[in-house]
């Protein structure tokens, strides 16, 4: 098979890595691409929010299959131009990705369908909203109802934070996705990411972990895109999965299949496990990242069987099966992130970190004079496998320590929740 891969980050090279190891592989290329997929794909350069550019791409190299990395094309609707141009495509279509492009929908949906979720209401414009705030109190959540890169979500203690979150959602700090805002209860417990590949009628469970999204040690300082993550996460234990697909998963399905949006792709929900039992905190319509990473070294199956099997409709005959090991993703971050990360210094000393059970992901580099250089925030992804999840850590660490980048720098305390369970033998 050929196949198009969209993206440059490191979800989109653990995508890349694992789907070259496919024997139904026949040639991959990547849009935009970086090093690390390059190692795999032929990268090359498509603007992908130029549907019909993709379009004539696929048809002009004959691709059989195109896998979408991350959520704005899926919002933008690049599934339906290439579904209508009979291109076969992992990833759900403009109506099924409003699961992730807005909230005010998801949980519109979970109200109809009995789906567990924060109590919420939704208001258009902020004198309302407001009111809302001083009537209900603190502590409190405020979300952007649309699209905001991580960072329309303000989880206020204080209902003069509040206030603020609503007046910046109004003030056009998101563009137009802040036209409505969604604000909600908080929910306390542990969170978890669990996927499931969804073929439209059928979705089939595709792990579980957890990630750690601030930037600071302790989980503190600014939101992040996620600094680390491991997999798979103790709390969702094979009866949790199966109460969370159940209650939260299958009537999400039969929702969108009876509005006549059904879902193919991957769903991340993002949950919070309660002491009532889990709660969907929100959908993503694609694997999450870094979570990715740590799901594909332990996949044993072929993500590309996979992958078709859910364009197809196939997925109530087949299976995922997971190896025994824990896996664990270090974020290599360049010095200044989140806010203003530092771009172009060399980073040295990749393959000599890289034994064992190591995988270095990609995240945000570029070539230079043949050396590897730091492009974006998060930069790599160093991954490893381990009989749990303290000898994962370990072994990632190693490898970290070994790599050559004084102006990057990584939390040390990735997976410790698990690492502590472990410890006292939970
Ligand atoms: P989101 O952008 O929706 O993933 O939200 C970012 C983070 O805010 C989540 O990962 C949670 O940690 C937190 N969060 C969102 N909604 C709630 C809620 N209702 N209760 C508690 N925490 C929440
Ligand atoms: N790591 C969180 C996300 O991908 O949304």
């Known amino acids: 098979m050929k196949v198009l891969l969209i ?3 490191g979800r989109e090279h653990a995508l890349a890595w694992k789907l070259a190891a496919s024997p139904l592989l026949g040639k991959l290329y990547a849009t935009p691409g970086n090093p690390g997929i390059a190692e795999h794909a032929e990268c090359v350069a498509i603007d ?3 549907h019909e550019a993709v379009v004539y791409f696929c048809r002009d190299n004959a691709i059989d299959l195109v896998v979408v990395g991350p959520e704005a094309p899926l919002v933008a609707g690049l599934a339906d131009d290439l579904i209508a141009a009979d291109i076969p495509v992992f990833g759900p279509t403009a109506d099924a990705a409003r699961l992730e492009g807005s ?3 998801t949980k519109d949906l979970c109200a109809r369908y009995g789906i567990p979720t924060a109590a919420y209401a939704r208001f258009a414009d902020a004198v309302h909203a407001r009111d809302h705030v001083r009537r209900v109190g603190a502590p409190i959540v405020v979300k952007a109802d649309g699209l ?6 303000t989880v206020a203690m ?3 934070e509040a206030l603020a979150a609503v007046d910046e959602c109004f003030s056009g700090a998101f563009g ?13 417990g542990e969170e978890a990411s669990f996927f499931c590949l969804c073929d439209g009628k059928t979705a089939l469970p595709f792990g579980t972990a957890q990630d750690h999204k601030r930037v600071g040690e302790g989980d503190t300082g600014p939101n992040t895109g996620g600094m680390g993550a491991y997999s798979p996460a103790p709390v969702m234990t094979e009866e949790m999965v199966a109460r969370v697909m159940r209650q939260i998963i299958e009537p999400t399905l039969k929702g969108m299949e009876e509005m006549g949006a059904p879902f ?5 929900a993002g949950l919070m496990i309660t002491r009532d039992g889990p709660k969907l905190i929100e959908y993503n319509v694609r694997f999450g990242d870094p979570e990715c990473q740590v799901l594909m070294p332990r996949l044993k199956d072929d993500l590309l069987v996979l992958m078709k099997g859910a364009v197809d409709g196939q997925l109530a005959h087949m299976s995922a099966r997971w190896r025994d090991e824990a896996a664990l993703t270090v974020v290599m971050a360049a010095k200044g992130y989140p806010a203003s990360p530092e771009k172009g210094s060399v980073i040295r000393g990749l393959d000599a970190a890289k034994d064992g059970d190591v995988e270095i992901f990609h995240a945000g580099t570029a070539l230079r004079n043949g050396e590897i250089i730091a492009d974006g925030g998060r930069v790599l992804n160093v991954t490893a496998l381990g009989r749990t999840v303290t000898e994962a850590r370990d072994q990632a660490y190693r490898a970290v320590d070994r790599i050559d980048w004084p102006e990057g720098f990584c939390r040390r305390d990735i997976g410790w929740r698990a690492v502590e369970r472990e410890a006292e033998g939970r």
Not at 148 to 153: C, F, I
Not at 176 to 188: F, K, W, Y
Not at 264 to 268: E, K, M, Q, R, S
Request: glycine fraction near 20%; proline fraction near 0%.
């Open 7 to 9: 993206g440059s980050g």
């Open 48 to 50: 992908m929010r130029d």
């Open 103 to 105: 909230k005010g929908f």
């Open 148 to 153: 905001a890169a991580g960072k329309g979500v």
């Open 158 to 160: 204080t209902e003069a």
């Open 176 to 188: 137009i996705e802040g036209a409505e805002v969604v604000i909600e209860e908080l929910l306390e």
């Open 264 to 268: 193919t792709g991957v769903l991340y």
